[in-house]
């Protein structure tokens, strides 16, 4: 009986305990749901549901509870009044319980106050809960507390990659660091090379100046890629900016001048736009003849080089200080018309020795926009905009420097502006009776060349005085003139260096072009370099700049050196082709008589059997002999000639 009683006694136990922890498991359940209830009514902005949901668990002294209202309290949401005190105390309490919102959202408090020390405990107890993202700002605070560096060993730069890969926050700089030092498994140089450069297309300037000592360092590394590097380069140098780190960034790099001054510059525009990335990273390197030679072509728009002002600007602001710089800085205010500035610019500068057609131009520039603001505004011309007062300066430093050309415009302008506003002062009127002077400028007087085209001739005939001799025939003018020069007087003759020459082909000069190639094809200059097929090449790259001005006879010289070639390549080919065009149609002498042996010598049967019934090759042979008869042949116009009779049209 008893034995039955004990166990009657405690199955009633059990049942009792059961229903207490239904009981109690229902307490926390319902709270628990009212918590979450009250959390979504805080996030959807209803603060006055979420007071009301949370309020029974803030009672029970709830972490959570205490974070939202004391939210409230500290930023005054809802009806709850503004308490930063008490909305402090409760988000401290629940901090304290280990919830962690409260103790991000302390954090956050501490470092907008710059208590870095709090923060860092805060920090610290998020780490000994579990909570790892939080090792970069422990790191970053006891750097800027105590100096400390953070230890970015393996295990670290491996989280750091996962974290990248996966989509998670990662701190850049840490990981740039750990890929650069080598510390990530299964990533190579070329594998950081990649991240590096998807990095800085993104936009990540640091990335763009840590892939530079690998992207721009030689042609014969894996990693070279001068194009994304000129790219980043233009970036970084915006405005001034980076400069001493994009030349730092670039000192071990093996580009240099003559890598891209003589580097072929080919047909494509994608070639043509390699051979500039070459030249613009060689001057962000610092080197002071790529510096020039790359604002020269970002401000013409030669050679390869697209018309940039904004690029031929950074540029321009590395050159060093001199009359080159002065004289890009004035055409840059031309081109980009801020004529205003470049008015008080070249008034400032007046007294540098500047060169003559620059100024020149600078002049033209003035006097032409003037002219133009005179005609169209008549009297109604503000005098702040042209007074004589403004012009003066300006054409008394045309009468002082300038050509014929210049003075003549400096006269009409004054003789408009007499017009326009007709002088009742005397001292204006003694002005304009001084100065306005009739000029005819002589069909042969010496003009200066102008930039971006072909340099002027001027037809002398032969004299000989003691030492001095004169050019003959067409030539440059390259000296400084006179300020009246004598129409019909000859030039010395200025020899001119090879480095000279090609500085004047870049101007666009066909005779400087022509007798640069010609040095090199001769072996004048350039003697270290023994390879025939090298030279060759050098000098087609400097005809290319001729012919692109349409010069027969850079196109001549061209044609000789690809007839040599056993076995044109296809470029030389197609080259040919395209000068027969102009051979065929131009009245040099030296032209048709590679058209004629083109034509006679070619190894199509069809064309062959065409002439030949046609009679045009009869032709061609006649017009050859008629040629070879005018005597004073250059040798290669004899070889020409020569090889053309020899051939079976000629020989019947």
């Known amino acids: 009986m008893n034995n039955h009683t004990g166990v009657r006694d405690n199955f009633m136990f059990i049942r009792k305990l059961k229903s207490c922890f239904i009981l109690i498991l229902f307490y926390f359940l319902t709270n628990a749901f009212a918590g979450i209830e009250g959390i979504d009514l805080f996030n959807q902005k209803k603060y006055d549901a979420a007071y009301r949901s949370l309020l029974p668990e803030f009672d029970a002294g709830q972490a959570a509870a205490l974070f939202y209202i004391g939210r409230m309290y500290m930023e005054g949401l809802g009806s709850v009044p503004k308490d930063t005190t008490k909305g402090s105390q409760l988000i401290g309490r629940s901090a304290e319980k280990g919830f962690q919102p409260a103790i991000k959202f302390l954090i956050q408090i501490d470092k907008q106050s710059n208590n870095l020390k709090g923060a860092l405990l805060r920090l610290e107890k998020l780490k000994a809960m579990g909570d790892q993202s939080v090792d970069d700002e422990i790191a970053d605070i006891n750097e800027r507390l105590y100096g400390k560096a953070k230890d970015l060993n393996k295990p670290y730069c491996n989280a750091q990659s996962a974290q990248k890969d996966s989509g998670k926050k ?29 990095m800085a297309d993104s936009g990540d300037d640091e990335a763009a100046l840590k892939a530079l000592p690998y992207i721009a360092i030689s042609q014969t590394d894996e990693n070279w890629d001068p194009v994304s590097a000129d790219k980043y380069i233009v970036k970084l140098m915006q405005g001034g900016k ?108 007046q007294d540098q020795d500047m060169n003559l057609s620059n100024l020149k131009e600078a002049l033209i520039y003035q006097f032409d926009a003037i002219s133009k603001n005179l005609k169209q505004a008549g009297q109604s011309i503000a005098p702040e905009i042209v007074s004589l007062d403004l012009i003066k300066p300006l054409v008394e430093i045309g009468f002082a420097k300038g050509d014929c050309e210049v003075r003549k415009k400096s006269n009409d302008l004054l003789t408009e502006m007499k017009r326009q506003f007709p002088p009742e002062d005397a001292g204006e009127i003694a002005y304009y009776d001084e100065n306005i002077v009739k000029e005819e400028c002589a069909k042969d007087n010496i003009a200066f060349p102008v ?95 001729a012919v692109a001005l349409d010069s027969i006879e850079a196109m001549v010289m061209e044609y000789d050196i690809f007839d040599a070639y056993k076995f044109p390549t296809p470029l030389a080919m197609q080259k040919i082709t395209e000068f027969m065009t102009q051979f065929q149609k131009s009245t040099l002498d030296s032209a048709r008589l590679r058209f004629y042996y083109n034509s006679l010598s070619t190894y199509d049967p069809l064309k062959s059997l065409f002439g030949t019934l046609s009679g045009s090759m009869s032709d061609y042979c006649n017009q050859v002999i008629l040629i070879k008869s005018k005597g004073n042949l250059r040798p290669s116009d004899s070889r020409i000639v020569e090889k053309s009779l020899a051939t079976i049209h000629c020989k019947r």
């Open 170 to 198: 990662y701190n850049e700089g840490n990981f740039l660091t750990c890929l650069l030092d080598g510390k990530i498994d299964g990533k190579t140089t070329k594998d950081m090379v990649l991240v590096l450069k998807e």
């Open 242 to 349: 980076n400069l001493d780190r994009v030349k730092a960034a670039l000192q071990k790099s093996q580009v240099s001048f003559e890598s891209c001054r003589y580097a072929l510059p080919g047909t494509s525009s994608k070639t043509q736009s390699f051979r500039a990335s070459l030249c613009r990273i060689a001057a962000a390197k610092g080197d002071a003849k790529s510096v020039k030679f790359v604002a020269d072509r970002e401000l013409i728009g030669f050679d390869g080089f697209p018309r940039n002002l904004d690029r031929a600007k950074i540029f321009i602001d590395i050159l060093p200080a001199g009359v080159a710089k002065l004289e890009n800085d004035l055409y840059y205010l031309q081109l980009s018309g801020l004529r205003k500035q470049h008015q008080v610019f070249l008034l400032q500068n």
């Open 451 to 545: 930039r971006g085209n072909q340099s002027p001739k001027v037809d002398t005939s032969i004299q000989s005085k003691g030492n001095s001799t004169t050019i003959s025939k067409t030539s440059e003018a390259t000296s400084a003139l006179p300020a009246k020069p004598v129409p019909g007087t000859s030039v010395p003759i200025v020899a001119k260096s090879f480095e000279q020459q090609l500085n004047t082909c870049d101007l666009k000069d066909v005779s400087a072009c022509l007798d640069a190639a010609n040095q090199i094809l001769t072996g004048g200059v350039m003697k270290e370099i023994t390879d025939k097929d090298a030279r060759e090449k050098l000098a087609l790259s400097i005809l290319d700049k």
